[in-house]
C-alpha cells in the first residue's frame, strides 16, 4: 500500500541491527543463537494463535527460523529485523493453520456492538496521549492496599491466570503490549492487524484483566 511504503521509505533501522544483520550473513553462530533464545518465546506464543497445538506451533517457529537462515540474505532493511522475522512466522503459521483448519478471522475481530466481550467500560482507559490504553483510575480499593501486596505473587497469579483464560488473540496481544513492551506498530505489524482491530483486541485483554484483579481485591477486602 502506499501508506506502508511511506512508512518503509522513511524507516530508520534500530541501533546496532545493521551489525546483527551482517553477522547473520556471515552465518555466526552466537548471533543467530542469541537471536533465537530473544524471540523464540514470543514467537511461540503468536504461532500458537494459528494452530493446533503447542507441537505444531513449535514446528512452525522451528521452519520460521529455517526461513531466516535461508533469506536472510535477502534482507533489505525496510523494516526491523524484528518484523521482517515476524512477518515470515506469520506467513508460515497461517499456511499451516489453513491446512488444519484452523483460521483466525482477525479482520472480524472488535467493533461490534452488543457482543457482550467487554468485561470493564471503555471509559475507564484513556484514549489518547502517553497513557494511552492505561486505566483512568485505580481499581476500586486498590490505595487501601500496601504495596507489598500489590506486587506479592498472589496478586501476580491472579493477573498471569486472568491472561492465560483469555482468547488466543487477546492473549498474545496483551502479552506482547503489556508484558514484553511491544509498541503498537510492532504488534500491528506481526500480526497484521489494523490499528482499530489491535485496540479492541488489547483493550479487551485489559478489560478481562482489570475485572479479574478488582474482583481478586475486593474479595481481600471484604
Do not use: C
Not at 11 to 37: C, H, M, N, W
Not at 39 to 47: G, N, T
Not at 60 to 76: M, N, T
Not at 174 to 187: F, N, Q
Amino acid at each position: 500500500s502506499a501508506s506502508m511504503d511511506a512508512r518503509e521509505m522513511s524507516y530508520a533501522p534500530p541501533p546496532g541491527q545493521a551489525a546483527i544483520v551482517e553477522a547473520l550473513k556471515r552465518g555466526d553462530e552466537r548471533t543467530f543463537s542469541d537471536l533465537v533464545s530473544e524471540y523464540s518465546p514470543s514467537m511461540l506464543r503468536v504461532a500458537r494463535m494459528y494452530v493446533s497445538s503447542r507441537a505444531v506451533a513449535e514446528e512452525v517457529v522451528q521452519e520460521a527460523w529455517l526461513g531466516v537462515i535461508s533469506g536472510i540474505g535477502r534482507f533489505e532493511g525496510r523494516a526491523s529485523l524484528k518484523t521482517w522475522i515476524f512477518r515470515i512466522l506469520t506467513n508460515i503459521a497461517k499456511t499451516r493453520g489453513e491446512r488444519e483448519g484452523r483460521s483466525v478471522p482477525f479482520s472480524s475481530v472488535g467493533g461490534r456492538e452488543g457482543d457482550g466481550d467487554v468485561a470493564v467500560d471503555p471509559d475507564r482507559f484513556l484514549d489518547a496521549g502517553r497513557w494511552a490504553g492505561h486505566w483512568t483510575s485505580a481499581p476500586s480499593r486498590w490505595s487501601e492496599l500496601p504495596e507489598e501486596q500489590l506486587v506479592g505473587g498472589e496478586t501476580v497469579s491472579v493477573v498471569e491466570k486472568a491472561i492465560a483464560a483469555l482468547p488466543d488473540v487477546q492473549r498474545t496481544v496483551i502479552t506482547l503490549r503489556d508484558i514484553e513492551g511491544w509498541s503498537s506498530e510492532e504488534v500491528r505489524n506481526a500480526l497484521d492487524l489494523s490499528e482499530t482491530n489491535q485496540r479492541v483486541i488489547l483493550h479487551r485483554a485489559r478489560s478481562k484483566v482489570r475485572a479479574a484483579l478488582e474482583g481478586y481485591l475486593d474479595g481481600e477486602q471484604t
